[in-house]
Nanobody, 118 residues
Framework: QVQLVESGGGLVQAGGSLRLSCAAS????????MGWYRQPPGKQRELVAS???????NYADSVKGRFTISRDNAKNTVYLQMNSLKPEDTAVYSC????????????WGQGTQVTVSS
């Protein structure tokens, strides 16, 4: 059983910063991708950023230059440093862990609210 526990969401003023953390536990395949998705109010969930266990990264265009994803493979933990936050960054942010070994394994955290006030 794999579990993801997120922390770090909250309320911040525009221009401020927040750091999200997500710790994974359980039986985890070492070659995997961890990432963050978000779902703004009334909109579909979208990828924010992801990072493979080998170090490859992928960012949404809307966050490039403002957000940084990092991870500690030994701790199975992924971080999202969010700077220069904008009101349009307001969303529920969810952590994701996935790998493919025969079959696709896809796990999600419970989500954490990030609210950016103008």
């Amino acid at each position: 059983q794999v579990q993801l526990v997120e922390s770090g969401g909250g309320l911040v003023q525009a221009g401020g910063s927040l750091r999200l953390s997500c710790a994974a536990s359980g039986s985890i395949f070492s070659i995997n991708t961890m990432g963050w998705y978000r779902q703004p109010p009334g909109k579909q969930r979208e990828l924010v950023a992801s990072r493979t266990s080998g170090g490859g990264t992928n960012y949404a265009d809307s966050v490039k230059g403002r957000f940084t994803i990092s991870r500690d493979n030994a701790k199975n933990t992924v971080y999202l440093q969010m700077n220069s936050l904008k009101p349009e960054d307001t969303a529920v942010y969810s952590c994701n862990l996935r790998w493919e070994w025969g079959a696709l394994r896809d796990y999600w955290g419970q989500g954490t609210q990030v609210t950016v006030s103008s």
